[in-house]
């Protein structure tokens, strides 16, 4: 007999649409097995609710049919309810960036509702947080739901279950070094690449390039602050055993020249940015005559619990400088693999492998679910 899952889906922009797209190839490619019925599709203003609990169409057109839908999303409280009310298991799919959302994990979970999502909000803002979804969850035995986030640090990539392997296997995580920020990474790889000869590109035309293709947040200071990144080193500390109370809790380097912080608007920012383009040229070019290039990283050191987040010099042989185009790339050191790092390289963002990140936990979920 197929398992019944129903699925309650809020958020449907670039990852949303593209994880919808993918769910409805999973149902009906595994259909003997596995009846998956979507019966909530929710943005912030609009919602499709199945009241019968009859599978939602998910088509090419969810977000256009949610705008003519005229329906308010229930409230957590109350789509914990509709979910309990179906009788079936239920997975909530997170795709947004809400931490008002993810402060209400714990009840989700604790009303036996599965969870997967590629929402960093939940995994890396205040420890007591993080502890209450885990003490909420089913992962360790509990009674609760399950909840996974594996697209919370490198979209698809397989880095969160990795660690997870690793310590769950009894093995010692020492150190975990890498590039974790398609934005980040682009905008080094371009400024400056292994190898380059004549005069560098400056910093800002480098960034412009990213913004209009699309490979940076509007306004370029969400990804210049390396909050993004230390959201993500805090969710891989954590995982090593570390506690750490938020990700501002620990050094991180921000490329936002201090006089442009407080500009109101992406464009002042932007039009100000090459004023200042002489101070990381002068960072580059003293790399290059070291026969290194800077990258933008973050670094866990498990033993010292250091965690830091910032630019750093690497010789043109090693990995991460030899990155290309948006990839990321995270090395583990560990006691089995001593010097000799396991490494994670790939896409680390866009909507297709972020969704099927998501994708990929709820599978894990529907394997789990009895």
Known sequence: MAKDIKVAIIGVGGVGKAFVSQLSNYTKKNASTVSVSVVYIARSRAALISKDYSPLPLTAFVSEELDAAGTEPLSVPDLIQFLKASGSEAILIDNTSSIELANTYPDILSAGIHIATPNKKGFSSEEKLWNDIFAAAGNNGGSGGYVFH?????????????????????????????????????????????????????????????????????????????????????????????????????????????????????????????????????????????????????????????????????????????????????AFYTKRYGDRALIVQGAGAGAEVTAMGVLSDVIKIIARIK
């Open 150 to 330: 594996e697209a919370t640090v490198g979209a698809g990539l397989p880095v969160l279950s990795t660690i997870r392997d690793l310590v769950d296997t009894g093995d010692e995580v020492t150190k975990v070094e890498g590039v974790f920020s398609g934005t980040m990474s682009f905008l080094f790889n371009e400024f400056a690449p292994v190898g380059a000869s004549g005069a560098p590109k400056a910093f800002s035309d480098v960034v412009k390039v990213a913004k209009d293709a699309g490979y940076t947040e509007p306004d370029p200071r969400d990804d210049l602050n390396g909050l993004d990144v230390a959201r993500k080193l805090t969710i891989l500390a954590r995982l090593s055993g570390l506690s750490i109370a938020s990700p501002t809790s620990f050094p991180v380097q921000s490329l936002i020249p201090k006089p442009l912080e407080s500009v109101s608007t992406s464009q002042e920012f932007m039009d100000g940015l090459p004023n200042y383009d002489s101070e990381i040229g002068l960072l580059a070019d003293d790399a290059k005559k070291e026969g290194k290039v800077i990258r933008f990283v973050g670094s866990i050191d498990v033993p010292a619990k250091a965690v830091k987040v910032g630019l750093e010099k690497f010789d043109f042989s090693h990995p991460i400088a030899g990155l290309k185009g948006s990839d990321n790339i995270i």
